[in-house]
């Protein structure tokens, strides 16, 4: 969190009172509500693109290959209409 606590040029502290929630053990970046659904906090909405991307955290570079989803692949499809199986 720190690099992107840098990045975003701001207090680590501040950032992570802003922006970092403790998930499942461990600190995830928030999730906002916009137009019903739960988007990251650092994703523009608008222009349709990660704000930290060249500084995103391992979950998100690691998506959509997590453990959970190596077993449960129908839950992936669910979680992220993005993702389209091919014929």
């Keep these: ?4 606590a840098q990045f975003k040029n701001m207090e680590l502290g501040v950032f992570a009172d802003t922006y970092v929630r403790a998930a499942y053990g461990k600190l995830s970046l928030q999730d906002r509500l916009i137009d019903g659904e739960h988007i990251c906090c650092m994703f523009d909405h608008y222009a349709n693109k990660c704000t930290i991307y ?3 955290p391992s979950q998100c570079s690691t998506f959509p ?3 959970a989803y190596k077993e449960e692949f129908l ?3 669910d979680y992220c209409p993005g993702i389209v199986l091919k014929s």
């Design 75 to 77: 839950e992936l499809l």
């Design 65 to 67: 290959f997590w453990n």
């Design 54 to 56: 060249d500084h995103r």
């Design 1 to 4: 969190m720190m690099d992107i």
